[in-house]
């Protein structure tokens, strides 16, 4: 079992910056990949960033604003999110992708950007 917590959500005017911070705990020897989903009203879930072994994939609408880290022990995954829009209101899901093929997800944090 793989236990997330999400914080650093809030509430910033567009072009603004946050980070958010996923710290997991229980057995992150077997994690493979973690990333960042997001949901907005509305909408279905969808990929915003992955990273696994040092390579990293972003969703085509956050190329170049948001970037994905985390350490090598895997006990976190942060997003740092910059030049942000309107668009990119949503509830925000840190993700883990266990070697299994198992995977776990936080409870979300809320992120709104206000034009």
């Known amino acids: 079992q793989v236990h997330l917590a999400e914080s650093g959500g809030g509430l910033v005017q567009a072009g603004g910056s946050l980070r958010l911070s996923c710290t997991a705990s229980g057995s992150i020897f077997s994690i493979n990949a973690m990333g960042w989903y997001r949901q907005a009203p509305g909408k279905q879930r969808e990929l915003v960033a992955t990273?696994?072994?040092?390579?990293?994939n972003y969703a085509d609408s956050v190329k170049g604003r948001f970037t994905i880290s985390r350490d090598n022990g895997k006990s976190w995954v942060d997003l740092q999110m910059n030049i942000l829009k309107p668009e990119d209101t949503a509830v925000y899901f840190c993700y883990v992708l266990a070697y299994s093929g198992r995977d776990y997800w936080g409870q979300g944090t809320q992120v709104t950007v206000s034009s």
């Open positions: 990273i696994s072994s040092g390579n990293t």
